[in-house]
C-alpha cells in the first residue's frame, strides 16, 4: 500500500505560478511511476504529466507542456508539480497517483491521493 497526500493548492491569477506537492508513505515510494491528473467539474479525469522511477523520464499533456514540470525526490518520499503560467482552464482538481506503469490512463495507477483544488482567476 501507498498512501499519498497532495498540498499545494489554492487560488491564482491568470498567468501566476503554484507548486503542488505528493508526500507518499507505506510501500517503497521510487519502486512506482508518479503521475499528475486534473479533473474540472463535469469533466472526465485528464491526465497531465507523468515521471519515471528515478526521475530521468517524464511525459506531459499537450495542454501543460511547456509551463508544467514534473519532478520527484526519493529521498523525501515526495513528487511535485510545478505550475507555471496558469490558465483559467487549469482549473481543476490535481491528483498525484502512484503506479507501475508510464502510461497517462488513469486505469493503470493503483494508488491514488484525496485531491488538491487549483483555481485560476481572472
Known amino acids: 500500500q501507498v498512501q499519498l497526500v497532495e498540498s499545494g493548492g489554492g487560488l491564482v491569477q491568470a498567468g501566476g505560478s503554484l507548486r503542488l506537492s505528493c508526500a507518499a508513505s507505506g510501500q517503497t515510494f521510487n519502486n512506482y511511476v508518479v503521475g499528475w491528473f486534473r479533473q474540472a467539474p463535469g469533466k472526465e479525469r485528464e491526465f497531465v504529466a507523468h515521471?519515471?522511477?528515478?526521475?530521468?523520464?517524464?511525459y506531459y499533456s499537450k495542454s501543460v507542456k511547456g509551463r508544467f514540470t514534473i519532478s520527484r525526490d526519493n529521498a523525501k518520499n515526495t513528487g511535485y508539480l510545478q505550475m507555471n503560467s496558469l490558465k483559467l482552464e487549469d482549473t481543476a482538481v490535481y491528483y498525484c497517483?502512484?503506479?507501475?506503469?508510464?502510461?497517462?490512463?488513469?486505469?493503470?495507477?493503483?494508488?491514488w491521493g484525496q485531491g488538491t483544488q487549483v483555481t485560476v482567476s481572472s
Open positions: 515521471i519515471s522511477w528515478t526521475g530521468d523520464s517524464t
Open positions: 497517483a502512484a503506479g507501475r506503469l508510464k502510461l497517462v490512463s488513469p486505469d493503470v495507477y493503483d494508488y
